[in-house]
């Protein structure tokens, strides 16, 4: 199916981006929001959204009024009548999308695809509340919209081939990088990279390393910033709320620092409140000059030390808070939630990552990679606990992950 008309349900950063990305396509874009004011501030972001395309010369001023006349503003549903595709990108609360999609599912015509740009929450869920569970199916695209170049589809258990067909062809339209990700909690880029960023908190709470020791290694490892950079840029607190949620999707390997929690309770949230693990002009990220580390961040880790006291590691080589990542991506494909090819594109798109899991396996060895988990073990059984596709690809002799899946020539 040609998507000509759209919708975005949420006026907000991600939405504003999403439908921007659209209008760009040539596709007609409705943008709705409960208040008027909201749907102004979506459309104002929009505008500057072109206005910085004519600046960049992507766009002539004629091109860019052109397209930016293709999105309407609404509070209304009315208009959703005659819509092929709607992108849902609200509050993410399941009971907010619920509700959203029953009422898609009334007011859209039978053929309309009903897309969520939820994160994590369950698609077949949402899908549950329609009539059409094979036409719903999450794009998870990644912030900002207008840049960031993955999209994450998710298919439901009832998705139709053809819906998941439409949806990556129309990330291709939008010069979008689409990877399939079956359903699982956190899909694939969040459910990786957030071990990555919980690790971090347990070798700074315990001592091993300082925060701007930790941040440096990443980036050496090929990350485009540390993972406190990454938490402050994110919000502390949203990043409390992905990290909790999958410690109850998955268990004790996700079990949360201690320290997050001190630093939400002390309103200690990044950029967005101005302290986060740096300090920052409020809402504004720190350019060029040296980050200066936030004073209190010493205080909460006593105070979380005095709730889980942590024995310090010998050392940190940055290996720590990056193999939890690959062991993560190989749980991944150990259940079928991605082809192994598409785990180095999804993250290098949606995470900026210079140098790819896949490709830090397969110049290590997984041997070596198995063994380097194991002695992390000590530090924590299950937070290193290897999976169990990696000790099977081992005990066979196999040294490249990306040679997963490859069937061997046959021998003549």
């Known amino acids: 199916m040609k998507v000509v008309r759209a919708a975005v349900v949420g006026a907000g950063a991600m939405g504003s981006g999403i439908a921007c990305v659209l209008s760009q396509c040539g596709i007609e874009v409705l943008?709705?929001?409960?208040?008027?004011?909201?749907?102004?501030?979506?459309?104002?972001?929009?505008?500057?959204?072109?206005?910085?395309?004519?600046?960049?010369?992507?766009?002539?001023?004629?091109?860019?009024?052109?397209?930016?006349?293709?999105?309407?503003?609404?509070?209304?549903?009315?208009?959703?009548?005659?819509?092929?595709?709607?992108?849902?990108?609200?509050?993410?609360?399941?009971s907010v999308k619920l509700d959203i999609f029953k009422t898609l599912d009334a007011i859209c015509p039978k053929k309309a695809i009903l897309a969520t740009n939820t994160s994590a929450l369950s698609v077949s869920e949402i899908a549950a509340a329609t009539s059409r569970p094979d036409k719903v199916l999450g794009m998870h695209f990644f912030n900002p919209a207008q840049f960031m170049k993955l999209v994450e589809v998710i298919p439901g258990v009832h998705t139709a081939e053809e819906t998941v067909k439409t949806a990556m062809d129309l990330c291709r339209e939008m010069q979008k990088t689409p990877v399939k990700v079956e359903e699982c909690p956190g899909f694939l880029v969040n459910r990786v990279l957030f071990t990555y960023m919980n690790e971090a908190l347990y070798v700074l709470q315990e001592g091993t390393a300082t925060i701007e020791e930790i941040d440096a290694k990443a980036v050496e490892h090929g990350l485009p910033m540390g993972?406190?950079?990454?938490?402050?840029?994110?919000?502390?607190?949203?990043?409390?709320?992905?990290?909790?949620?999958?410690?109850?999707?998955?268990?004790?390997?996700?079990?949360?620092?201690?320290?997050?929690?001190?630093?939400?309770?002390?309103?200690?949230?990044?950029?967005?409140?101005?302290?986060?693990?740096?300090?920052?002009?409020?809402?504004?990220?720190?350019?060029?000059?040296?980050?200066?580390?936030?004073a209190k961040v010493t205080e909460l880790v006593a105070e979380a030390n005095k709730e889980k006291a942590l024995p310090k590691a010998e050392k940190f080589d940055g290996l720590r808070i990056i193999l939890p990542m690959l062991n993560e991506a190989i749980y991944c494909l150990q259940e079928g939630?991605?082809?192994?090819?598409?785990?180095?594109?999804?993250?290098?798109?949606?995470?900026?990552?210079?140098?790819?899991?896949?490709?830090?396996?397969?110049?290590?060895?997984?041997?070596?990679?198995?063994?380097?988990?194991?002695?992390?073990?000590?530090?924590?059984?299950?937070r290193f606990r290897p999976s169990w596709l990696l000790s099977k690809l081992v005990a066979a002799k196999m040294t490249k992950l990306s040679d997963f899946g490859k069937k061997p020539a046959p021998v003549c």
């Open 337 to 382: 939630v991605v082809d192994v090819k598409d785990i180095d594109l999804a993250m290098a798109n949606g995470c900026g990552f210079k140098k790819g899991l896949v490709e830090l396996a397969d110049s290590k060895g997984l041997a070596f990679c198995l063994d380097e988990l194991k002695a992390y073990s000590k530090v924590d059984a299950e």
């Open 31 to 94: 943008l709705k929001d409960v208040e008027q004011t909201a749907v102004d501030r979506g459309l104002g972001n929009i505008k500057r959204m072109y206005d910085s395309r004519v600046k960049k010369g992507l766009n002539s001023q004629e091109e860019a009024d052109k397209l930016f006349g293709l999105v309407k503003g609404t509070t209304s549903y009315d208009d959703f009548k005659n819509v092929d595709l709607v992108i849902e990108a609200a509050f993410e609360e399941i």
């Open 227 to 294: 993972p406190f950079a990454l938490f402050d840029m994110t919000g502390i607190d949203v990043c409390a709320h992905v990290t909790q949620f999958l410690y109850e999707q998955y268990g004790e390997r996700f079990a949360p620092s201690p320290l997050l929690a001190k630093m939400v309770k002390a309103k200690q949230l990044g950029q967005k409140t101005g302290a986060g693990f740096f300090m920052h002009d409020k809402g504004v990220p720190a350019k060029g000059e040296a980050k200066v580390v936030n």
